[in-house]
């Protein structure tokens, strides 16, 4: 039998950390993409102790930086002939304004640009498994703003509408991979887990500072257990959520700037055009 292998962005904290410690007994072998690769080897021992049957192996991949991710890509698809399913979920809260190594605003480059790459670098190895899924971390911060020029490099920085244009981008990839990809067998999900007491945005103030704030909000905030559910629903149960915006679990229609399709070509090609790309 062909083993079934995870991969999965982010993995080191938060909602995704959560996510793989419950599906650490639903595949054979997971692939943990990770800046940090002290973090990801505590979180392999830790898979391990639950699951020691389980096979995992660290990638090293920064998503804000191209040629790590095309890196991370290659190592992946030397080795590998299939992944079964790939979970985007890491991802940036930037206060401020901050470039990637690339030029590209960084909520941007990390939630959008990389992943983007990363998906298009493994998607015939997707393909060509028997599961063929893919679940996007979005977010309802989708509704934020519109998607606006320049898209990459923008004039001027909000930190609202950038995150907002950041997860409108990550919910354009989900849709544009369902409408090319799904009559092939492709299942993807984009998913909204919620407000969820993770690590996001709290190094853009000093410790305790972020303490202060988070301990205030900790009650209009669930646990990463609890916002991590909606994540393993789509990845366990693709015959209800393939093809949908799960919002919390449920399935929601997409909304606003989120079902502009004219935008969403325009942006989907710039993409396309800025990484030297002929389709996804
Ligand atoms: N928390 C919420 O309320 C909420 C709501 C809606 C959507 N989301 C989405 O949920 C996803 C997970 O976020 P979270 O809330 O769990 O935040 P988190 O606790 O900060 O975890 C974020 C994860 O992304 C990784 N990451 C950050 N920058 C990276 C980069 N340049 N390259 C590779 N990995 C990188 C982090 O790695 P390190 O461990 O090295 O920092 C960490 O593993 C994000 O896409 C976020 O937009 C969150």
Redesign the pocket.
Known sequence: MTESILAI?????????ATVKELVHDFDRILLL???LK?AACLKKELLDVNPKVKIELIE????ILTSVRQASHTITYKYNHIDCLIN????VKTSRRESMDGYELMMA??YI?PFLLTHELLPIIMNSERKQITV?S???YKFAPMKKPFFKPKHFNPISGYGRS?LGTLYLAQELYEFYSRKGLRVTAV?????S???GKDNVSKQLADTIFNLLDPF?VS?EE?SQSVIKAVRQPEKYAGFYSDQGEIAAVKQYGSDFKMRREFIDATLKELDLQAL
Do not use: M, Q
Not at 61 to 64: A, E, K, R
Not at 192 to 196: D, L, Q, R
């Open positions: 962005t982010g993995p080191t904290s938060g909602i995704g950390r990770a800046r940090n973090k991949c920064d998503l804000s979920n890491a991802g940036i990390t939630n990389g971390v977010s309802g911060a997860k909204h887990p919620g407000a969820v993770t690590n996001i905030f990463v916002g």
